[in-house]
């Protein structure tokens, strides 16, 4: 299930941007718009009660894999919820303990930003005393 959902967040995210698929004449914009949306409703539709995604609990990688499809689909990933939660609400919970490794700070970070969020306050604390997300991140050019 895992691995069925994380092809069809990439598959979502390649359709998103208009990458042509190697046929001859290839899906049509319109086409394409109904298999975007088809798939976001299906990923809508697999969310768990806590605004997280996966199976059978939620986990922070395929949440944020999910975060991050619906924005590259121009969707807002607050407005996909369970239970009054969205998948943003539901990582927020999880930074504590996620974001304490390079990749996992980095996927919260890329989650909060595609969520329209700050990542340097994500998760409701300061995040200066634990590796990962942190609140005196500095630009790394300039």
């Known amino acids: 299930m895992r691995k069925t959902l994380l092809t069809l967040v990439v598959l979502l ?3 998103a941007q208009g990458v042509s698929f190697a046929s001859a004449q290839g899906p049509t914009t319109g086409e394409r718009f109904r298999s ?12 768990n009660a806590d ?16 975060v991050l499809a619906f924005a590259a689909a121009y969707e807002e990933p ?3 919820q369970a ?3 969205s998948p943003l609400n539901c990582l927020e919970t999880q930074v504590a303990t996620y974001a304490n490794s ?24 300061s995040h200066h005393h634990h590796r990962g997300v942190s609140s005196d991140l500095r630009p790394v050019h300039g």
């Open 102 to 125: 390079a990749e996992g700070a980095a996927r919260i970070i890329l989650a909060a930003v595609a969520g329209n969020r700050d990542p340097r306050a994500f998760g409701g604390q």
């Open 78 to 80: 607050d407005s996909v």
């Open 36 to 47: 975007v949306d088809k798939a976001l409703r299906w990923l809508a539709g697999e969310q």
């Open 51 to 66: 605004g997280g995604f996966g199976t059978p609990t939620s986990d922070p990688e395929t949440t944020c894999s999910v």
């Open 13 to 15: 995210a390649v359709c």
């Open 83 to 85: 239970g009054g939660d």
